[in-house]
Every structure is written in structure tokens, then in C-alpha cells.
């Protein structure tokens, strides 16, 4: 069936550095996705979302691409911390239905 | 606000045992979704629910597990003779209403429920 997965699962980067979390998706019906953020032992954390109908949005260091052409969605966080080491889930929401589908994860280590 | 709660955190059963997982949505929301995940993997929907209604049990088993939000008290997730495969991390989200193609709303997470069975 139709799914959410993702490019790479894990990413290393410097502290201080920009970091880029992609993400593909398959199902041309989904009209909003959201980035979560995942810390060991925790439940997912909403960090930001975008509709079908945008293809940017801006948070507090974060970014979210979406191509519709291509059905790609990226995170993009800027001068990345120490704490932002996590596993980072993108998920879509279609109006078929209320549940999430997740994609698989990215695990994002940041070295000091 | 306290956000969602989930009691236990964790929770070790014996095959053949049953598993009781409990969900406290937000103050003020009365829908509640409960999700799985194994290590290393995204989470996986398995059951949508309103007050005393399930919506949507696509992604749930046919058969041992059941789902339930009674008009006072918890979301409760029941998973009867439980198997080694059953082990996982449990989430529960829950929104303040349900969304539409025009107005998406987001899910709050709680912390989980960490089954193992052995």
C-alpha cells in the first residue's frame, strides 16, 4: 500500500552546523504532513506542520519544504544543538481519515 | 495542562497473560488515537476513537486486542493472551476535535507504554 519513508536513517552533524531530514511520500491524496521529534524512551513531539496547499513554512529554527511534483518533504533546522539529537518521524494526514501514517525515522546525532 | 497520560510505562507480562494499557487524553479533548511502535520503527496506527465510539479499528488485530473510551474515566487499549510479538511501545495521542479536509489538528502525544512479554 501507500506509504511514508524516508532517505536516510541516520544523519551526523556538527554542532552549530544546518541540518536537512528528508523525507518521500507516495500517497498524491495526503494534504498535510507534520514533523515530529522523538527522544529516547519518549512519545513523539509535534515540532512542525505543513498543508498541501504551501510549499514553505518557517518555525523557530525549523523549516519545512513540501514538493508536491516530486513528493518530497524536508526539515530543515538551523545551527543545530545538542539537544536536538533525536529520531525525527515525518507523518501525513489525508482527509480520508484521522489517523497518522508515519514514515520510518531519522536518527539526527549531533557531535559537540 | 497536564498533557496526555499513559500509566504503566512500563508493563512485562507472561505469554498467555493480559496486557491493560490506559490513556488520559488533554483536558478537553475527547478524541484519542492509539498507535505502535517497534524499536527502531515508525509508529503504526492501530485504533481511532471518540467518547464511548470507535471510529476507525483499521489498524488494529481482528482478534486478542480491543479498544474502548467509556464516557468517564480512561482510553482503555486490552490485549488478551498476549504473545512475544505483542511487544512494543504503546502510544496514545488525542486531539480537541476531528479533522476535516479543511481544518487538520494536531495529535498530542503521550509518553507511552513499553509492553514486554516474556
Known amino acids: 500500500g501507500e506509504n511514508v519513508g524516508l532517505h536516510l536513517p541516520t544523519l551526523s552533524v556538527q554542532e552549530g552546523d544546518n541540518s536537512i531530514i528528508n523525507c518521500a511520500y507516495s500517497?498524491?491524496?495526503?494534504?498535510?504532513f507534520i514533523w515530529y521529534k522523538q527522544e529516547s524512551g519518549k512519545g513523539p513531539q509535534f515540532i512542525i506542520d505543513i498543508r498541501s496547499n504551501m510549499d514553505k513554512r518557517q518555525g523557530q529554527r525549523v523549516t519545512v519544504l513540501l514538493n508536491k511534483t516530486v513528493k518530497h518533504l524536508s526539515l530543515q533546522i538551523a545551527a543545530t544543538q545538542p539537544g536536538d539529537s533525536a529520531v525525527y518521524f515525518c507523518a501525513e494526514n489525508n482527509n480520508a481519515g484521522n489517523m497518522l501514517t508515519f514514515g520510518g525515522g531519522t536518527r539526527l546525532m549531533v557531535k559537540p | 495542562n497536564a498533557g496526555v497520560m499513559q500509566n504503566p510505562r512500563h508493563l512485562v507480562r507472561r505469554r498467555g497473560q493480559e496486557a491493560r494499557l490506559r490513556c488520559s487524553p488533554m483536558k478537553g479533548h475527547s478524541h484519542v488515537y492509539w498507535y505502535r511502535q517497534l524499536p527502531e520503527e515508525g509508529l503504526k496506527f492501530m485504533v481511532y476513537l471518540q467518547k464511548e465510539n470507535i471510529i476507525d479499528e483499521s489498524g488494529m488485530p481482528k482478534e486478542r486486542f480491543s479498544a474502548e473510551f467509556p464516557k468517564e474515566g480512561p482510553s482503555i487499549l486490552r490485549i488478551q493472551q498476549v504473545v512475544r510479538g505483542d511487544s512494543a511501545a504503546y502510544f496514545c495521542?488525542?486531539?480537541?476535535?476531528?479533522?476535516?479536509?479543511?481544518?487538520?489538528?494536531?495529535?498530542?502525544f503521550g509518553p507511552g507504554t513499553r509492553l514486554t512479554v516474556l
Open positions: 495521542a488525542s486531539s480537541p476535535f476531528r479533522s476535516s479536509r479543511l481544518d487538520h489538528n494536531e495529535q498530542f
Open positions: 500517497n498524491s491524496a495526503s494534504d498535510y
